[in-house]
């Protein structure tokens, strides 16, 4: 649902579907994601694979996210118990304990700079790269995608990151 | 011989008349007048008192330099200490003078100065000793009483926001040096921020006479010339009343804008942003600032730095006094004699204390063809008057005083490069011999120091300079450019730090720290008493310490106390220029981050039912927790609790418990990596069962506790304490990436992705058959310590068989989407069978009923499993795990340890508090000797009486025997030291 | 009362003579004071105090001044109970002004976890025969009106207050030691540092400065954050950490608050100078560092909270910023101890809380190093303790919530 | 505050990381064998030089991976950053802290002092 939308800056919170795997970055992983989510694995850190409304970031060299940006048919628990039949692989289900915001509009960057210390410069942050940080003292998740960026963070700090967003956005 | 309108500037609107009030007195100024050019329009001389002796002082600046002009904003909460000659009037605003009572005009706080030869420095350390008690009770109220400036402000909440910045170049000033600097990088699309102090750009061009035309143009015209093209590129971004108040590590600057400079800040509206910038090259061009000379009575109100004054005419567009007298040791009058001259005005005289052949051919010249009354090789003397200058005395150079009537006087005592934030980069400082002050030499960072900030007093050299230092950065290198100047090309200066009474007298004082009432007497008394370190000398004396820092004032000192000394002021050195610059607000320090966005609340899944249910909560960590439930609106704590908690044994309770910590852990390692971080052993156990756990530290000490559930021995899931869930997780983390990295084990927080009800009473297993009413929760199919992982409304759910209350139980672990409905259900279901929810009060009874130890509560840090009878959770044939070796050490393994035992009172209506002590006898008069401290302590409707756990020395010889324990209201009463659990001591219920 | 032209000279500058019966590394209030009770309560007077810098440069010059006696364990509250006592006659004994000033000090609480804790210490303290007691909010509200209690994300719930503590002017402690001790014949030595512990077959015998080598059988290292660089120069490794502690004052206003307010659930502690200025204390940094100097976002977590609980504060301005370096133990108690090497000695480890304890600190080094044995009240605080386990606590006590 | 290098994530703000202590200081691999004294030396003490310094840092608010610096705690100059399984850097090939003295200040960096030592 919309969030805030003034100043060019829209905010619109989704509900999204989203799997954390954790394992090394081995043939077996890249085929296994490969067959069941049809996109294959970033080669580098923090880089993000994108394709048909699925990304994959590689979040550091053993733990990567993998996004459904919009429904999916696919059963999620069924799909993270097949891969955790691998000992030497942890998926978790972390759809329902985050909180996701999809962040577009001109003036986003200058918004996010005045309750966050990070570097959104285009070398330092291109499209397709995510990062995990502090935005208002709140551990989060950021996801470059083209035009928009996604957000995401635990549920239980989601009305205090909101509300810090909605309130550098009115002053 | 009074003030007059310079009306050709731009920077004032002498179209718009503003009316303001000073100490009660309405005054009329215009839009950009600060409230001292206004105060001057309008020949208003003491505008303060000082801060020791009490004597008027008045404007002496026309900057952030100010140390006298400080004064109390009414009209804003208050606001104390605001620099009169930085703030901006506005229709209505009410300023009221600082330090002195009943007024301005009589002080009876000037008795002080009467008083003075006592007041000295470091006179507070010799003196009010005598008689004993009076310090506390006569002498210091006073001096308390009579501290401080400005009044205490009223209350206000901040609306400045913060805002970061990440650029390659940031240029600190807008003067020549700098816009020169910014002009010659503006192609290399490098992204630049420029700050300016002023609202105005400009610097030396706009605030001095001193240059006349740049590049062939008139200054206001290069100026904005130049400004239009730089606002056009998108590289470059300029801050206007901003400055720049603190350079930290790694080239980390913080600067404050006030965004409501001119007018009323409006509560709720931004007033200040403070910048936090990185960047990877910081150029400080932020020029530099007069000193004054120490002469007999140079506080007296109508005494300025006369590069202030030429400020006031340039940039504010008043000549505070038409016929001033000048003084100075240097070069830099020439432009203030001109400007005056084009003013038709005229110095009534210049004093130079150099010899007629060092002075400057074209200054000679203008002051013999306007005969301007001249003394070379001369010293101002002293001045006199009645709370204002009103006579001049110059000693020439045969040494005869000529008496001067005047009510101005214009001082130079020379120019320092402004290096507080360059020296707050870490760089380190040079002395010049030639312009006689300290320069950057060293930097420690990226730093690049321009124009006279760096010591570069020759407008010949400015361009080569910034092409030298520039051209790392490829930027287009900048041609000469001509300047008409109103200023010798080169700057020059001769040594001149006081000037000497023409009789020495008790009252007489020539001052060093305006602000803070030094005189350079108490330079030499401290030096003579053996303060003879800089820093000593400073704060034996408090010199530069008050709210100015010495701006105008520190370099004079050092050079005094160097000839004292008899040494080269680069070996006296300098203090250390703490951050930052200048005072900056608490307010844009603290910026948004308070009240609601001090830190975050966090809300369980189901925070919306407690709350429309009555629970009253409490903070654990940054959760919110419910603590009791009212069943009706007049019920409190006490009430709530005994009612929870026999309920719960009666029938069926349950309690959120989604905010304790559960972390899922998965490897073919896993089963090793766990049997290294807990005591327990768990090779032994059976998939989908589950154990209580302990987990130490290396110090052998209990660090958290919690359930571990076995899934198989490459997946286990872990639930820890609401408080230590961050530790675990960081200390799990820490041993497998830095102590074991190889051993295959993946970590992962997973408290958010379930919700947690603990649902616990004899009815419990008849309510859960009805909710889930496929599962079969007998002992055979669902024995106690094991678990199962169901399906309810389409979503798994995790079931958990264990409880914390002692009585029959599940634990049950559900998604946040279902978690509502589901708790819901329970209650649909439980309500006949008379479930009811409960807070971690009565959470802690039951606990504390069934003798389990909360974590954090019952332990400090400072206790080892055996101290808490929980040996039996060591795995018997372990060979290590964390912490293990320490249990065997010298103080950790003796048997008379403190050690967790049950109290309760022999009498029953007594009631045992928590944190009282456990004693060994009635009385409690000091010293007694104490056995150990109450961890925990309840009045339980369950057993009809106070009980306690305790952690007290040599516990488990105890038990069975009678001790003491102190109470906050009745000395001690006795207790009975038993085994540390009250209710079904053969767990009975458990697996009921 | 004659015009101050015929003061004499605080102290002497001798250059250090050969030898002496013990020296001091450190002009600290710690230091200064050790050789302050060494001549005046042992009769040692041929020592020297080395300082590498000036006289109350380090530590002493840099913290917030507060002085409390209200420790959880008894090892602790005795010590700095022996300090209050020595601080209570200190002016006297100097005859010279150090302006302790009792106006209390406060202990907020702000959650049950912390009512539960602060409760504790105040029955220890009781009984242990310190002043200290449970406040409600109502009398807190008595004693600092300016303070908001409830509107707060973690509102006051009540308070332990020690009336008999509050602050004393930092630098005047240093002098006046160093006076005493100077009349006493001590010979204190500025801008000389101390290079290395020169030792012969586990024995001291030496030290090797800036100004050449003095020879001693007894040296006592009191110098905070730089003891364990010293004492590595004596093959002598110490369990301490130098952390960065900052700390910042206000420009000087009229009084607003007249008791010390501490709050460890929001790292922030605050009380007002006799010259007007808040004097506002902050937690450490996570880092060891000797620049004496630490991160701004310490100082801005520090400043939200005082905003908050000080409505008035957001009108005032922050005058200066500094840090110390600051020895931290691993049970956050001191070290007051002898070590391996004989006639070596050990005065650190005294982290965030070293100026309440400068005058009993002293007192019981000076015994230590005279006596070649600990006095009753420092003999807990051994450098072994760390190796038997029997620690002195005192941030164990503030566990984790549960 | 400062800017640390992350072998994963590259450089960012220090408010990200948390302080890990003393590097390559590793566990007694069979503790039942080493005397108290021993076992003391690796739960309590740790180096605390001033100079140049192995320590362990933790992206604790990114990544939440641990990796080793060499930082100059006389000036807080962080040399380099990396990976917890490559091996201890050689001092030969690391700059030097230039402190000439145990406690003494480096010619610049550490702003202690203000004038430059002649």
Same mark, same amino acid.
């Given at each position: 649902m919309n969030l805030i939308s003034s100043n060019s800056v829209e905010i619109k919170e989704l509900n999204l579907h989203q799997i954390l795997i954790r394992g090394d970055h081995t043939p077996a992983l890249s085929q296994l994601v490969k067959s069941q989510f049809k996109i294959s694995l970033p080669k580098n850190n923090l880089e993000i694979e994108e394709d048909k409304n699925v990304i994959c970031s590689k979040s550091s060299f053993d733990q990567w996210n993998i996004i459904f940006l919009q429904d999916t048919k696919i059963k999620i628990d069924t799909v993270i118990d097949k891969i955790n039949e691998n000992e030497k692989l942890l998926a978790t289900n972390y759809s329902e304990g985050q909180i996701y915001l999809e962040v577009t509009g001109d003036n986003k960057i200058a918004v996010l700079n005045k309750i966050t210390h990070f570097d959104f410069r285009e070398q330092k942050f291109p499209s397709l790269t995510s990062a995990q940080t502090l935005i208002g003292r709140v551990d989060c998740s950021i996801y470059n995608l083209k035009n928009k960026m996604l957000i995401t963070c635990n549920k239980s700090f989601g009305d205090h990151l909101k509300n810090q967003l909605i309130d550098a956005i009115k002053f | 011989m009074t003030a007059q309108n310079n009306k050709d500037v731009t920077h004032i609107a002498f179209h718009q008349s503003i009316n303001f009030t000073f100490d009660g007195v309405k005054y009329r100024g215009f839009k950009g007048d600060t409230i001292a050019s206004a105060l001057i329009r309008n020949n208003v001389r003491v505008v303060g008192r000082s801060f020791k002796y009490h004597r008027p002082r008045g404007i002496y600046t026309c900057g952030i330099e100010e140390p006298n002009a400080l004064v109390q904003i009414l009209s804003e909460h208050n606001e104390p200490n605001t620099r009169a000659t930085i703030k901006q009037i506005y229709e209505g605003l009410e300023v009221e003078s600082q330090n002195c009572w009943p007024s301005l005009e009589n002080d009876l706080g000037s008795i002080n100065s009467l008083l003075s030869p006592l007041f000295s420095a470091g006179f507070y350390n010799k003196t009010?000793? #005598? =008689? #004993?008690g009076f310090w506390k009770k006569v002498y210091e109220p006073l001096i308390r009483k009579a501290a401080g400036l400005g009044k205490p402000p009223k209350p206000f909440r901040t609306t400045s926001t913060q805002l970061h910045h990440h650029v390659d170049v940031v240029i600190v000033g807008g003067g020549l040096s700098g816009l020169l600097a910014a002009k010659s990088l503006a192609k290399t699309e490098l992204k630049i921020l420029i700050i300016e102090? %002023?609202?105005?750009?400009?610097g030396i061009l706009k605030n001095s006479n001193k240059i006349s035309t740049i590049e062939n143009k008139d200054n206001k015209l290069w100026i904005k010339e130049l400004e239009k093209k730089l606002e056009g590129l998108e590289n470059i971004k300029i801050l206007k009343n901003t400055l720049a108040t603190t350079y930290n590590y790694i080239n980390h600057l913080i600067a404050i804008e006030d965004r409501t400079t001119g007018t009323l800040p409006l509560d709720g509206n931004v007033d200040q942003i403070l910048h936090k910038i990185r960047a990877d090259h910081i150029i400080l061009a932020n020029g530099h600032i007069e000193r004054l000379v120490s002469f007999r009575n140079n506080d007296l109100p109508g005494i300025m730095l006369a590069g202030s004054f030429e400020k006031f005419i340039q940039r504010y567009g008043v000549i505070p006094e038409t016929n001033p007298v000048i003084f100075s040791n240097n070069s830099s009058c020439l432009s203030l004699i001109k400007k005056l001259i084009d003013l038709n005005c005229k110095p009534q005289a210049y004093v130079d204390s150099r010899s007629g052949d060092k002075i400057e051919p074209e200054l000679l010249k203008i002051i013999h063809k306007k005969n301007i009354p001249l003394f070379t090789n001369a010293h101002i003397e002293g001045c006199d008057g009645k709370k204002q200058v009103q006579e001049i005395s110059v000693r020439d150079a045969e040494g005869i005083i000529t008496k001067l009537k005047s009510k101005m006087l214009c001082v130079s005592g020379g120019f320092n490069p402004d290096v507080h934030l360059f020296t707050q980069s870490k760089g380190v400082l040079s002395w010049d011999d030639e312009y006689l002050t300290f320069k950057p030499d060293k930097s420690f960072q990226n730093t690049i120091v321009l124009g006279s900030n760096a010591g570069i007093f020759q407008y010949s050299k400015i361009v080569n300079d910034i092409n030298t230092k520039l051209s790392f950065l490829d930027h287009e290198p900048l041609l000469e450019i001509d300047l008409t100047l109103n200023d010798t090309d080169k700057y020059s200066i001769e040594k001149l730090w006081e000037t000497k009474h023409e009789k020495e007298s008790r009252w007489s004082k020539s001052f060093i720290d305006l602000q803070n009432d030094v005189t350079t007497k108490d330079l030499r008394q401290g030096i003579q008493e053996g303060f003879d370190r800089i820093e000593h000398l400073k704060r034996f004396t408090?010199? *530069?310490?008050?709210t100015d820092q010495g701006k105008i004032s520190s370099i004079n000192a050092l050079g005094i106390v160097s000839e004292i000394l008899d040494k080269k002021v680069s070996e006296v050195g300098t203090t250390i220029y703490r951050p930052p610059y200048a005072p900056l607000s608490f307010a844009s320090i603290a910026g948004r981050g308070?009240? %609601?966005?001090?830190d975050p609340e966090r809300k369980t899944s189901i925070h919306e039912w407690h709350k429309k249910n009555g629970a009253i909560f409490e903070d654990v960590g940054q959760w919110k927790r419910p603590w009791y439930f009212k *069943?009706? =609106?007049?019920?409190n704590l006490y009430e709530a609790v005994q009612r929870e908690a026999v309920h719960v044994r009666k029938y069926a309770g349950v309690l959120d418990g989604s905010t304790l910590g559960k972390i899922e852990i998965k490897g073919s390692d896993a089963l090793e990596f766990m049997n290294l971080m807990y005591t327990n052993n768990f090779s032994k156990m059976k998939p989908m069962s589950a154990r209580y756990a302990l987990m130490l530290g290396e110090d052998g000490m209990v660090m958290d506790d919690g359930i571990i559930s076995k899934i198989n021995d490459k997946h286990f899931i872990a639930t820890t304490t609401t408080g230590g869930a961050a530790k675990v997780l960081s200390h799990m983390e820490e041993f497998a990436q830095t102590e074991w990295p190889h051993l295959n084990v993946f970590l992962n927080s997973i408290t958010e992705q379930f919700c947690t009800f603990n649902i616990s009473g004899p009815n419990t297993r008849l309510i859960m058959e009805k909710v889930f009413k496929d599962i079969k929760f007998d002992n055979e199919n669902f024995p106690f310590m094991t678990f199962g992982n169901f399906t309810y409304l389409k979503s798994t759910v995790r079931i958990l068989r264990a409880s914390f209350t002692g009585e029959l139980g599940y634990e049950i672990y559900v998604r946040p989407s279902i978690a509502l409905k589901l708790w819901e259900d329970l209650f649909r279901f439980g309500k006949d069978e008379g479930l009811i929810a409960y807070g971690t009060e009565t959470m802690h009874l039951l606990r504390a009923e069934k003798g389990y130890i909360i974590v954090g509560q019952d332990t400090d840090g400072s206790v080892t499993p055996h101290d808490m009878d929980l040996e039996w959770m060591i795995g018997k044939n372990k060979k290590d795990f964390i912490g293990k070796r320490s249990l065997t050490r010298t103080d950790t393994i003796r048997s008379d340890r403190k050690q967790l035992v049950g109290i309760k009172p022999i009498d029953p209506n007594d009631i045992i508090e928590e944190g009282q002590h456990i004693i060994l006898t009635s009385s409690i008069k000091p010293p007694v000797k104490m056995l150990g401290h109450v961890t925990s302590s309840y009045v339980s409707p369950n057993l009809g009486h106070s009980f306690g756990m305790a952690v007290i020395k040599d516990g488990k010889k105890l038990i069975g025997s009678k001790a003491y324990v102190s109470s906050s209201s009745k000395g001690a009463f006795e207790i009975e030291i038993i085994k540390p659990i009250f209710i079904d001591e053969e767990n009975k219920r458990l697996v009921s | 009362m004659s015009s101050h032209k015929n003061w004499e000279k605080m102290w002497r500058s001798p250059e250090p003579k050969a030898s002496y019966d013990a020296i001091i590394i450190g002009g600290g209030g710690h230091g200064l004071g050790t050789a302050y009770y060494l001549a005046k309560e042992h009769g040692l007077t041929n020592i020297a105090v080395i300082e590498k810098g000036w006289l109350g440069g380090g530590n002493t010059g840099r913290n917030t001044t507060i002085i409390r006696s209200n420790y959880l364990w008894d090892e602790s509250a005795n010590l700095y109970e022996h300090s209050l006592k020595l601080w209570e006659g200190l002016t006297h004994d100097l005859n010279y002004n150090v302006m302790f000033s009792q106006r209390g000090v406060m202990n907020l609480a702000h959650t049950e976890h912390d009512i539960k804790e602060i409760k504790r210490r105040v029955s220890a303290n009781t009984l242990n025969g310190i002043d200290s007691k449970w406040i409600s909010k109502e009398e807190i509200q008595k004693l600092v009106p300016i303070m908001n209690t409830d509107n707060l994300r973690y509102p006051v719930l009540g308070a332990s207050f020690q009336p008999r503590a509050g602050t004393a002017r930092h630098d005047t402690v240093a002098w006046g030691y160093a006076m005493r001790a100077d009349e006493m014949g001590v010979d204190i030595i500025q801008n000389c540092e101390a290079y290395k512990i020169l030792t012969e077959n586990g024995k001291v015998i030496g030290l090797e400065t800036s100004k050449g080598i003095i020879k001693s059988k007894k040296i006592g290292v009191v110098a905070s954050g730089h003891t364990s660089v010293l004492a590595e120069s004596a093959g002598i490794r110490l369990p301490l950490q130098s952390k960065p502690l900052q700390a910042l004052v206000s420009e000087p206003i009229k009084p607003v608050i007249d008791t010390v307010v501490m709050s460890n659930a929001v790292h922030a502690y605050v009380s007002q100078s006799d010259k007007g200025e808040l004097v506002i204390g902050a937690g450490t940094d996570g880092y060891n560092s000797f620049t004496q100097r630490g991160g701004f976002d310490v100082v801005e977590d520090t400043i939200r909270a005082m905003v908050e609980l000080y409505p008035v504060f957001g009108k005032m301005k922050m005058l200066r910023q500094w840090g110390g370096i600051v020895d931290i133990s691993p049970d956050a108690s001191p070290i007051i101890s002898k070590c391996d090497i004989q006639g070596l000695y050990f005065n650190c480890g005294w982290g965030t809380g070293g100026f309440k304890a400068t005058p009993g600190s002293a007192n019981v080094f000076a015994h230590t190093v005279a006596k070649d044995e600990p006095h009753s009240i420092n003999a807990a605080f051994s450098l072994d303790r760390f190796v038997s386990g029997k620690l002195v606590d005192e941030h164990g006590a503030a566990a984790v919530a549960h | 505050m400062l800017i640390i290098e992350c072998p994963y994530c590259g450089p960012r703000e220090q408010c990200e990381f948390t302080n890990g202590g003393e590097a390559h200081v590793s566990r007694p691999?069979?503790?039942?064998?080493?005397t108290d004294k021993e076992w003391s030396e690796y739960v309590f003490f740790r180096s605390n030089p001033k100079g140049i310094y192995f320590e362990r840092w933790v992206h604790s608010h990114g990544c939440r991976k641990w990796f080793n610096a060499v930082r100059d705690t006389s000036t807080d100059k962080i040399l380099r950053s990396y990976e917890i399984k490559n091996d201890k850097p050689s001092p030969a090939d690391l700059e030097d802290s230039n402190l000439t003295t145990p406690s003494g200040e480096p010619d610049v960096g550490s702003g202690n002092f203000t004038v430059k030592k002649l």
């Open positions: - | 009010f000793m #005598r =008689p #004993r102090q %002023d609202g105005f750009l400009g408090t010199n *530069s310490m008050g308070t009240y %609601d966005f001090y *069943s009706h =609106p007049e019920e | - | 691999s069979n503790p039942e064998e080493v």
